[in-house]
């Protein structure tokens, strides 16, 4: 029970899309990896001195856990912007009629 027509078909993705997205996916890289930059800075210059071990611990854990997440969050949206801007190259290249699935 769905309220399209058989006939009726969404309209495919063009090539501006992609090269939107990308462009998108790689300023975000570039705005996060500053924040990578600075937050490694901020943790190497304000160093945690706890008197308990266990406190210095999951300081030190949770300082990890920050960082990575920047740089993950780097990685992932430079991982997509290249895979779209791949996809938009490929896009241009294409014939119109030949369907990638």
């Known amino acids: 029970m769905s309220d399209s027509k058989p006939g009726s078909e969404q309209p495919r993705k063009g090539p501006l899309s992609f090269l939107s997205g990308s462009i998108t996916s790689l300023a975000l890289a570039w705005l996060t990896f500053g924040l990578s930059k600075r937050m490694v800075i901020y943790f190497a210059t304000h160093s945690s001195s706890f008197s308990s071990a266990i406190a210095q611990n999951i300081a030190s854990a949770m300082k990890t856990l920050f960082i ?34």
């Open 68 to 101: 990575g997440m920047c740089f993950l969050a780097t990685f992932s949206f430079a991982f997509i912007g290249l895979g779209l801007f791949v996809v938009f190259l490929r896009s241009l290249f294409m014939k119109e009629g030949v369907d990638a699935a």
